[in-house]
């Protein structure tokens, strides 16, 4: 057995179809408004080749693969399902038949179009925690916040989404109270973590960027 065919064998269908998708993933290809250039689209077709090829199964890349590399791409980018929209998952699951096709004519803008849009849905949330951080918020009144991805659901509305995002700064605060941060400190800290979060996401040098970003 071959040294790549180890590699691929470990690493499993998963990763390389969230390689396929995410492979034009930088700084330059998102300032630039034409999409992805000549060396990452064979950088898909190369990646295409080595699952027919290489993979212990030799699995192709099919429907099968890439709904499995939409939804954990998507997992990836918004784990807590607090920055995209219903709206905008239902626009993925309808392309996503599309993407192993695309991929293996070295397509691959669905990759870009998903991200572009997550920038977005980051610079919307930013603002709202903006927002959010000048309210006065009340500790005595008994919430809960629903944490557990897998139980979440995406915002259908901005109304939602606001509502999403003031349960979430309010228990940023009352975690920072814990830590004896409190008043015009903890809203800083919050406003510092949130604003440097997105300047990464604008930022990105080709990896994958997860919620965990946001810790401090």
Not at 10 to 37: H, M, Q, T
Not at 110 to 124: A, C, M
Request: hydrophobic share 40%.
């Amino acid at each position: 057995m071959s040294a790549s065919t180890t590699i691929w064998g470990r690493f499993g269908w998963l990763v390389a179809s969230l390689v396929l998708l995410a492979a034009g993933l930088s700084c330059s290809a998102w300032a630039d408004p034409i999409g992805p250039n000549a060396e990452r689209r064979q950088i898909a077709l190369n990646i295409s080749r080595l699952l027919r090829t290489q993979h212990l199964t030799r699995h192709p890349l099919d429907d099968e693969i890439a709904k499995r590399g939409v939804r954990t791409y998507l997992k990836m980018l918004d784990p807590a399902k607090v920055y995209f929209y219903q709206s905008d998952i239902d626009a993925f699951f309808q392309q996503e038949d599309q993407v192993d096709d695309a991929t293996r004519d070295g397509n691959i803008r669905f990759g870009y179009d998903v991200f572009r849009v997550f920038l977005d849905r980051v610079d919307e949330r930013v603002a709202m925690v903006d927002e959010l951080l000048a309210m006065k918020h009340d500790f005595t009144i008994d919430e809960d916040m629903v944490t557990d991805p897998d139980v979440a659901q995406y915002a259908g509305t901005k109304t939602e989404a606001f509502e999403k995002w003031r349960k979430r700064i309010k228990y940023d605060l009352l975690k920072l109270k814990f830590e004896k941060v409190e008043g015009a400190e903890a809203i800083e800290k919050l406003s510092r973590r949130y604003h440097s979060f997105v300047k990464r996401m604008h930022q990105t040098d080709g990896s994958i960027p997860t919620m965990v970003d946001q810790e401090d």
